[in-house]
């Protein structure tokens, strides 16, 4: 998505992103080795939720929930079945946000698109049955890059809210970090240097106890 077709100003920040890998052995600043880092690591995980989601229309499932889904740009540059319907839930700012970036892209997805602005603490699963989403009918969630960032209680919460709203042939991919604590303490510097440029990636994440996830969505509701 081009800089100079968007209604808004890109922040600095985001201006300043590397838009090639460097030659080997190429200088390069340290907010550009933190955003490479990062990319790196996105790359992978988007490859696998890639794979998650065509899998699951594979399997015929035809809700799709992206809870947290951000900047996701699934439901634009993905293959789609005619029939399937892709939920994109996230905070309101960010949906408002980048519904504008798209208007002004005048982007066209794939599939029939809905996108929930709601807080994933909250009661999002009124949100997102006011939308459309059928919970007679089986769904795909995934939560991708999300569970850091809500505290336990509300990861609890949401991993409930999900069984519930969840048929039978339904199914869910998440990550995790293991131990955000002992990241806390590692990644002090990735802290510092991402704090300086965005904001604490580490610290912005919530290490505390978590249930075991497999346990949780194991049983039955
Ligand atoms: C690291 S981004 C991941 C975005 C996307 N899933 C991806 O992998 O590119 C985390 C997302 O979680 C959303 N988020 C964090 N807390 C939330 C909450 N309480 N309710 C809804 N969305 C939330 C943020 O707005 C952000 O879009």
């Given at each position: 998505?081009?800089?100079?077709?968007?209604?808004?100003?890109?922040?600095?920040?985001?201006?300043?992103?590397?838009t090639r890998r460097p030659a080997e052995g190429e200088p390069v600043t340290d907010q550009q080795a933190?955003?490479?880092?990062?990319?790196?690591?996105?790359?992978?995980?988007?490859?696998?939720?890639?794979?998650?989601?065509?899998d699951a229309l594979r399997g015929g499932v035809r809700q799709i929930v992206l809870l947290a889904a951000?900047?996701?740009?699934?439901?634009?540059?993905?293959?789609?079945?005619?029939?399937?319907?892709?939920?994109?839930?996230?905070?309101?700012?960010?949906?408002?946000?980048?519904?504008?970036?798209?208007?002004?892209?005048?982007?066209?997805?794939?599939?029939?698109?809905?996108?929930?602005?709601?807080?994933?603490?909250?009661?999002?699963?009124?949100?997102?049955?006011?939308?459309?989403?059928?919970?007679?009918?089986?769904?795909?969630?995934?939560?991708?890059g999300l569970l850091a960032y809500l505290p336990a209680d509300a990861e609890e919460r949401l991993l409930?809210?999900?069984?519930?709203?969840?048929?039978?042939?339904?199914?869910?991919?998440?990550?995790?970090?293991?131990?955000?604590?002992?990241?806390?303490?590692?990644?002090?510097?990735?802290?510092?240097?991402?704090?300086?440029?965005?904001?604490?990636?580490?610290?912005?994440?919530?290490?505390?106890?978590?249930?075991?996830?497999?346990?949780?969505?194991?049983?039955?509701?």
């Amino acid at each position: 998505m081009s800089a100079a077709g968007c209604a808004r100003p890109w922040p600095s920040v985001l201006a300043r992103h590397p838009t090639r890998r460097p030659a080997e052995g190429e200088p390069v600043t340290d907010q550009q080795a933190l955003h490479l880092h990062g990319s790196r690591y996105i790359g992978v995980r988007s490859r696998f939720y890639d794979d998650v989601v065509r899998d699951a229309l594979r399997g015929g499932v035809r809700q799709i929930v992206l809870l947290a889904a951000g900047l996701d740009t699934r439901a634009f540059r993905l293959d789609w079945p005619a029939d399937v319907t892709l939920y994109e839930v996230d905070q309101p700012q960010m949906i408002d946000f980048k519904e504008d970036v798209l208007r002004g892209e005048q982007a066209q997805p794939g599939c029939r698109r809905i996108a929930v602005g709601t807080d994933l603490r909250e009661d999002w699963p009124a949100a997102l049955t006011t939308a459309g989403f059928t919970r007679s009918v089986p769904a795909a969630w995934v939560a991708e890059g999300l569970l850091a960032y809500l505290p336990a209680d509300a990861e609890e919460r949401l991993l409930r809210q999900i069984h519930q709203l969840s048929a039978p042939g339904s199914r869910i991919a998440l990550d995790r970090i293991a131990q955000v604590n002992r990241l806390t303490s590692d990644a002090a510097p990735l802290d510092q240097l991402s704090s300086r440029h965005i904001h604490p990636i580490v610290g912005g994440c919530y290490g505390d106890p978590r249930w075991s996830r497999c346990a949780l969505l194991g049983r039955r509701r």
